[in-house]
T-cell receptor, first 114, second 112 residues
Framework: ETGVTQTPRHLVMGMTNKKSLKCEQHLGHNAMYWYKQSAKKPLELMFVYSLEERVENNSVPSRFSPECPNSSHLFLHLHTLQPEDSALYLC?????????????FGPGTRLTVT | QKEVEQDPGPLSVPEGAIVSLNCTYSNSAFQYFMWYRQYSRKGPELLMYTYSSGNKEDGRFTAQVDKSSKYISLFIRDSQPSDSATYLCAMSAFTNAGKSTFGDGTTLTVKP
């Protein structure tokens, strides 16, 4: 595997379900990011991790819970989501937090909340 | 007012045309200016980034930054059908490490 991978690629969940999104980067980077991409809206930064420490939480509702067990892996735990949370969730990485101008993105997880 | 405004498109051009994609911004602290390309059902892919003002060229792509006007452009020469995608501009500041602000994107179609 190369670059940034995300699983699953597609996810349909009910409002009462709990699920997790997984991201893995094979680039040796130290910073990882979660973004939300909705139709007709710009990419929204959700969380930033630098060396496994959360350094940015962009006013994201608590029903989204990130986890970064090591510098290569990032998870987004989801529970009691709302239909408006349906979107493409993108993971990205960069060499470190200061090099956010050179981010590498995964293919995304297309989430549908029913 | 949004910090970053991107020409909305969509844009449709014939193969071989020169394409100009543009963004304006309001935050004078932005120092890095990036262009990403996103194909349908894929994640964004960094095309190039520029630090401060000036031009940067990579093959058929040229990025231009005019900080005095708070205006950036991406030019694509000899456009190809494979250039059909959504193009995102993004910007970041030294003082806000880890945070990039993105435009809404411009969808480009290059017709053979």
């Amino acid at each position: 595997e190369t670059g940034v991978t995300q699983t699953p690629r597609h996810l349909v969940m009910g409002m009462t379900n709990k699920k997790s999104l997984k991201c893995e980067q094979h680039l040796g980077h130290n910073a990882m990011y979660w973004y939300k991409q909705s139709a007709k809206k710009p990419l929204e930064l959700m969380f930033v991790y630098s060396l496994e420490e959360r350094v940015e939480n962009n006013s994201v509702p608590s029903r989204f819970s990130p986890e970064c067990p090591n510098s290569s892996h990032l998870f987004l735990h989801l529970h009691t989501l709302q239909p408006e949370d349906s979107a493409l969730y993108l993971c990205a990485s960069s060499q470190n937090r200061d090099s956010q101008y050179e981010q590498y993105f995964g293919p995304g997880t297309r989430l549908t909340v029913t | 007012q949004k910090e970053v405004e991107q020409d909305p498109g969509p844009l449709s051009v014939p193969e071989g045309a020169i394409v100009s994609l543009n963004c304006t911004y309001s935050n004078s602290a932005f120092q890095y200016f990036m262009w990403y390309r996103q194909y349908s059902r894929k994640g964004p892919e960094l095309l190039m980034y520029t630090y401060s003002s000036g031009n940067k060229e990579d093959g058929r792509f040229t990025a231009q930054v005019d900080k005095s006007s708070k205006y950036i452009s991406l030019f694509i020469r000899d456009s190809q059908p494979s250039d059909s995608a959504t193009y995102l501009c993004a910007m970041s500041a030294f003082t806000n490490a880890g945070k990039s602000t993105f435009g809404d994107g411009t969808t480009l179609t290059v017709k053979p």
